[in-house]
């Protein structure tokens, strides 16, 4: 399993970023995938994910600001972020949607996003 994040660098609050994550070795069809983030000092949060069949589910510090979406045809996920705050200032990495499994996958290399006012 390889998990590539990019997209990320520096934004005035209330702007927007996307964020890109590349996927092999974890099928879409078969794999819930998500997009976590760590700020300093902070623990490594779950704060979207896409289910197998396309679900989506956020943590409620992003909802209705943020969307994940994915191409399964490119093993690509995505996260658009809008309405940024300097909260979201972290590094942000794709995994599979369950924290415990991608803890066992391990950590690809993330992306920094980071928010100023």
């Known amino acids: 399993v390889q998990l590539q994040a990019s997209g990320g660098g520096l934004v005035q609050a209330g702007g927007s970023l996307r964020v890109t994550c590349a996927a092999s070795?974890?099928?879409?069809?078969?794999?819930?995938m998500g997009w976590y983030r760590q700020a300093p000092g902070n623990q490594r949060e779950l704060v979207a994910s896409i289910s197998s069949s396309g679900d989506t589910d956020y943590a409620d510090s992003v909802k209705g600001r943020f969307t994940i979406s994915r191409d399964s045809a490119k093993n690509t996920v995505y996260l658009q972020m809008n309405s940024l705050k300097p909260e979201d200032t972290a590094v942000y990495y794709c995994n599979r949607d369950d924290p415990r499994i991608a803890t066992m996958i391990g950590w690809g290399q993330g992306t920094k996003v980071t928010v100023f006012s």
């Open positions: 070795g974890l099928p879409f069809s078969i794999n819930g």
